[in-house]
T-cell receptor, first 113, second 114 residues
Framework: GENVEQHPSTLSVQEGDSAVIKCTYS??????FPWYKQELGKRPQLIID?????GEKKDQRIAVTLNKTAKHFSLHITETQPEDSAVYFC????????????FGKGTTLSVSS | NAGVTQTPKFRILKIGQSMTLQCAQD?????MYWYRQDPGMGLKLIYY???????DKGEVPNGYNVSRSTTEDFPLRLELAAPSQTSVYFC?????????????FGSGTQLSVL
């Protein structure tokens, strides 16, 4: 089955800096890669996703890149703000009908002002 | 729409007790999921369902059972609770795959087994 590795486990940046979180996946047939943000005590929420036919996707200050050959994808947050502090999870889903999302272990991002 | 509703929010069990975590969604989603979240371990898939009457094991199914008799409900049963099942449990739902994979999570159930 699918296995998703996520690095780093913790990341501390200064406000205004950029943050990058990286994930690798094992199943070359996976075709959907979302990122979820979980604030303290809250439920995870989707912030951006990318499909295997796209190399990059951007939404304001966040962007995701995908390298299918290397089986890795990354989340980029620019101009970080204190409200970006949260746990971020990457995930992958195979292309077989009826498969479910497999998540990485998460990255705790701390943005200090 | 209430979205995905989980009950209870908190529960303490004694070792060997059983309980059912309830999950209901009112979005007419076909797919429903149970994940558990342990500190530093991310979200682990326990069971999922692609429609009423169909369930499948995830990454960590041992010690749990599920059923899906209706589109709306997807209860998770813990039999003979063990301390290793202390965790936060999230139920989620989504549309069928093919463009609607966004997961809608419930607010979670914090379970302690002592």
């Amino acid at each position: 089955g699918e296995n998703v590795e996520q690095h780093p486990s913790t990341l501390s940046v200064q406000e205004g800096d950029s943050a990058v979180i990286k994930c690798t996946y094992s199943d070359s047939a996976s075709n959907y890669f979302p990122w979820y943000k979980q604030e303290l005590g809250k439920r995870p929420q989707l912030i951006i996703d990318i499909r295997s036919n796209v190399g990059e996707k951007k939404d304001q200050r966040i962007a995701v890149t995908l390298n299918k050959t290397a089986k890795h994808f990354s989340l980029h947050i620019t101009e970080t703000q204190p409200e970006d502090s949260a746990v971020y999870f990457c995930a992958a889903r195979g292309n077989q009908a009826g498969t479910a999302l497999i998540f990485g272990k998460g990255t705790t991002l701390s943005v200090s002002s | 729409n209430a979205g995905v509703t989980q009950t209870p929010k908190f529960r303490i069990l004694k070792i060997g007790q059983s309980m059912t975590l309830q999950c209901a969604q009112d979005m007419n989603h076909n797919y429903m999921y149970w994940y558990r979240q342990d500190p530093g371990m991310g979200l682990k898939l326990i069971y999922y369902s692609v429609g009423a009457g169909i369930t499948d094991k995830g990454e960590v199914p041992n010690g749990y059972n599920v059923s899906r008799s209706t589109t709306e409900d997807f209860p998770l049963r813990l039999e003979l609770a063990a301390p290793s099942q202390t965790s936060v449990y999230f139920c989620a739902s989504s549309y069928s795959t093919g463009g609607g994979e966004k997961l809608f999570f419930g607010s979670g159930t914090q379970l302690s087994v002592l």
